[in-house]
């Protein structure tokens, strides 16, 4: 059975923060949480996304300051999301496809969670492993004449 994106998410911290808050705050409580991206919300609604790419790209390599700097300035606008009950595979594709590591998790609109691209590899990786010393220990016990083990 395919692992669903909620499971992922649920334990990764969301950090959230509003359009207007400035972005060295942000930033501070990105560092504080061992984070990449914070979900943009308004009121209880996903409105963006805030990745430490936003942060390095609008505001440092510009020189600009970020304690002038609002959210919204340099947000990504309606980011692609994940559902709960999204499978692993169709999140990764999606993620390859549009070039993003992050992908707010979202019910009925609500931020949840965040998936992050290294985490359901990891997952992946992990359950093709388990699969393998399963298909290996059953191997071993076939028999010598079945032609198949031994």
Known sequence: ???????????????????????????????????????VVDGERLVGLLTWRNILGRVVATARDPREIRVRDIMTPKPLTA????????AISRMELEHCCYLPVVEDGRPVGMAYLRHLLADEVRGQE?????????????????GFGG
């Not at 969301?14 to 560092?31: F, G, K, Y």
């Not at 290996?136 to 004449?145: A, G, S």
């Open 130 to 146: 388990a699969e393998v010393k399963r298909l290996n220990e059953c191997w071993e016990y076939l028999p010598p004449d079945s």
């Open 1 to 39: 059975m395919e692992r669903k994106v909620g499971t992922a998410a649920q334990g990764c911290a969301l950090v959230r923060c509003a359009p207007e808050d400035r972005i060295s705050d942000v930033a501070r409580r990105l560092v504080d949480e061992n984070v990449c991206a914070a979900g």
């Open 83 to 90: 559902r709960v009950e999204e499978g692993y595979h169709d």
